[in-house]
């Protein structure tokens, strides 16, 4: 058969309450003989989770070769495993962001007098020494390294990034982690509150529970998320013109530049068939006002016209993922489901894999306030 497909497979990551992302996708004549393929890794979990990518590639697509790997954001929990792929598998690209070539005239903002553009390149490399080390395989083994901004596009238009710019990169990258403490600017200070935040702290509280309904949400556009998770790269798949939009652990503002450049565009957004729930369901990452520009207002009944995915650990609730994020998506169309410890997969014109069904997240009538 020489239709073109594609498979998303959502491997399981995390033990216990940890979450993390480790994606393979792949599309073209997957049902031909030979198949005609090409393959990608959207992050790669934790460091045991690199062995559990290789096996799958190697046992279910037959290849050894992966045509471009990505890592989203430097997290562990996204970056862990992606050594251990490029040790082991024929990878062309990576695509990652590299905030240590983003120093130059960095100290300025900062402080201490005594800070300067190479001790913060330092201090984000070693705060970083996940990332900063499977950039340095790559270019050894002669792997092209791009960082993933607006524009970027790859394999004839099927692959595009939306976000982030480079501009807002580089907002970012004075709140990550390892970077002293920014100065008081004031001509700029409404700037970065609406940007970036406060970095949240969490204070461990008795779980309240509150009724919700299809026509009653208590999830509100509130949340809060690192500086380094605002960062990911926002990757949009367009396949026999159906949009997979993979978000990362994207959060609010990073999520809305995103969605305003498409729509500055014309862009259909009913015509995203797929999408990931960021930062494995978290309630900090996604609210009501955005969800109803980049997926579509909520509903009188339900009807499952698309379909999610969330990337949680078994034992990632209340948190990951939050019920209210579920319902959330559920009101707006979409049928969720999880990995929950097992690996699931979404595909069309692909070979069945007879994994059995995916946890699938039902409307709940009572939610965590």
């Known amino acids: 058969m020489n239709e073109i497909g594609y498979e998303i497979d959502f491997l399981p990551v995390g033990e216990g309450s940890k979450s993390g992302d480790s994606i393979i996708v792949r599309w073209g004549k997957l049902l031909a ?8 890794v959207i992050d790669g979990g934790y460091t045991n989770s690199g062995k559990a990518i290789v096996s799958h590639i190697k046992n279910h697509y037959k290849t050894e070769t992966v045509d471009c790997v990505i890592n989203t954001h430097p997290d562990n929990d996204h970056v862990g495993g992606l ?3 490029l040790e082991n598998l024929k990878v062309t690209n990576l695509l990652m962001h590299c905030p240590w070539h983003h120093t130059d005239g960095i100290s300025s903002w900062f402080k201490d007098g005594r800070v300067t553009d190479n001790s913060v390149k330092q201090s984000i490399k070693e705060s970083l020494e996940w990332a900063y080390n499977l950039e340095q395989l790559a270019l050894r083994n002669g792997v092209k390294v791009f960082e993933p901004f ?11 990034v939306l976000g982030p710019t480079p501009e ?4 970012l990258l004075l709140d990550f982690k390892g970077t002293p403490e920014p100065k008081e600017i004031l001509a700029n200070e409404n700037m970065f509150e609406s940007i970036l ?3 949240a702290t969490f204070a461990s509280e008795a779980i309240t529970l509150v009724g919700e309904s299809l026509g009653i949400e208590t999830l509100d556009d509130s949340g809060e998320t690192s500086a380094e998770n605002n960062s990911s790269a926002i990757i949009l798949l367009t396949i026999e013109g159906k949009h997979l939009l993979f978000t990362g652990d994207a959060g609010i503002p990073a999520l809305e530049n995103a969605v305003s450049l ?3 565009e014309g862009f259909d957004f009913d015509d995203i068939g797929f999408i990931q729930v960021p930062h494995h369901g978290s309630k900090r990452n996604i609210g009501p006002g955005l969800l109803d520009r980049m997926i579509g207002p909520k509903q009188s009944v339900e009807l499952q016209t698309k379909t999610a995915f ?3 650990a078994k034992e990632g609730g209340p948190k990951h993922p939050s019920k209210k994020v579920t319902n959330a998506f559920r009101r707006r169309g979409a049928h969720v489901y999880g990995t929950c410890g097992e690996l699931v997969s979404h595909y069309k014109n692909a070979p069945g894999r007879g994994w059995g069904s995916a946890t699938s997240f039902p409307m709940y009538n009572q939610v965590e306030e």
């Open 262 to 264: 498409l729509e500055s």
């Open 150 to 160: 607006t524009g970027m596009t790859g394999f004839n238009g099927v692959l595009r």
């Open 83 to 85: 050594r251990y792929v």
């Open 197 to 199: 935040g406060k970095l």
């Open 168 to 171: 807002f990169y580089d907002q």
């Open 33 to 40: 003989d030979p198949v005609e393929q090409t393959v990608i």
């Open 310 to 312: 969330v990337s949680s």
